[in-house]
């Protein structure tokens, strides 16, 4: 890491321009925790790696009691994930056919959280979205909701969802 940022510095002060194909960032939010954000973009697309401490803040936020739906091991886990940067909750904007679409993945603590929490769940990968600049219809929202009652709790899940439509158009498990 350090000689990245050796790199880094040395680029700077010469004047070279870098392109990096991808930047982590570490970030400390008012209550002092620390997030790991890992952002990837190459040309239109995007992709925006999400913590499980984020997604867990977002969501108790919408009224999702994070803490009575996960066991303490699986809560502690999801933590111990940040801190080795294990997780695998991930969003992704790309174009298929020239469509706009996003791609969701959560892990299989978070897709627990979104099937036994209820809408806040679902609201809380909304906001999510929408603060990364891909904002989700309402109706994409509740085509997520709709495919949780089928899916297995504990497994991690995909959703791919067209921009123009405001379909999930599939899903499947990670």
């Known amino acids: 890491m350090s000689s990245k940022l050796i790199s880094l510095s040395l680029a700077a002060l010469l004047g070279i321009s870098l392109t990096l194909p991808a930047l982590n960032v570490q970030a400390s939010d008012a209550s002092g925790n620390d997030s790991f954000v890992q952002t990837v973009k190459t040309n239109d697309d995007a992709t ?11 969501m108790q936020k919408q009224g999702v009691d994070v803490q009575s739906i996960l066991s303490p091991e699986e809560y502690q886990s999801a933590l111990n994930q940040d801190m080795l940067r294990q997780g695998s909750n991930w969003l992704h904007k790309y174009t298929y056919k020239g469509h706009s679409r996003i791609t969701v993945g959560v892990n299989s603590a978070i897709v627990k959280l979104m099937k036994y929490g209820g809408q806040g769940g679902v609201y809380a990968i909304q906001a999510l979205l929408a603060a990364r600049g891909m904002p989700m219809d309402p109706g994409a929202a509740a085509g997520i909701h709709g495919t949780l009652a089928s899916i297995n709790a504990s497994k991690g899940h995909w959703w791919h969802i067209d921009l123009k439509t405001h379909k999930v158009v599939a899903h499947g498990n990670q």
Not at 48 to 58: K, L, V
């Open 48 to 58: 925006y790696y999400i913590s499980n401490r984020e997604i867990f803040d977002a």
